[in-house]
């Protein structure tokens, strides 16, 4: 596990790679490489779900050295993992381990919020037992069923990402509604994390509580960078889902960082796009385009 404060933490990977690049780690089957597949033929496997496993371990293996230079840090969804059930869930456990040994930061993206005693579970299968260095964690509870979460990131360097603003069209259902007051349910549950992180501020001025603002709602992502100083984001909704570097310019703060921006199909399977190129080359690639373009976007050249 790593040590020490997640908010300096993050900072530091994100200078020393001059990178706001995350990874997401979304292994589906039907995507990967052909060439990984055939490697992986049925026959050789008791079963199906066996066959998986190798192939996303293969797949992500391969995948994490290569593209080290170009990302801070890595964004595992845990659901790919947990579909393949228990099998599934030892893979998760042992890429927070190999991606944490390349030197990524390690986001577990599994949106837990429960009560308190439940959260502490939660909170103790993926930050301590686990060992990611960050958890995403959905809000809905209230402060009670993320306590165990921001206990972690006080007493054991770790960090949180509280869901605020995401980048799936749907999200309006809810978190656009207004309240008595006349701002929307994200702009609430904004302030909130804003209270929840002041014990949380790290040396280099960041907090280790910090948002998911998705990259789909730029006026909406500019707003919120300029009422939550100090705040950390972590930026879905880049590449596949359509978001720009230009459309991220003001998610950044004015030193140009305190922000990290999540790719997973769109560099995880590259090659499609990349007729002649190898996997691996297609993937490093357009981490390394994703890279500069966000580098520049954030004012830093």
Known sequence: ????????RLL????SK????????????GSLPPELLSAHPQEGYPDETE???????DFLSELLPALADEAAAVKIQIAYFEALGARGYALYEEMVRLAQGHGYLVIADVKRGDIGSTAEAYAQAHLDVAGADAVTVNPYFGSDGLEPFFRRCREAGKGVYVLVKTSNPSSAEIQDVLLDSGEPVYARVAELVDEWGRETVGARGYRSIGAVVGGTHPAQGARLRARLSGVPFLIPGYGAQGATAGDLAAFFDAEGTGAVVNSARAILYAYRKAPGRHWLDAARDEAAAMKAALWSAAGRG
């Open 1 to 8: 596990m790593s040590e020490g404060h997640f908010g300096d």
């Open 12 to 15: 530091e990977a994100i200078e």
């Open 18 to 29: 001059r990178s706001h690049v995350v990874v997401g780690l979304d292994p589906e089957y």
């Open 51 to 57: 066959m998986k496993v190798a192939c996303y371990r």
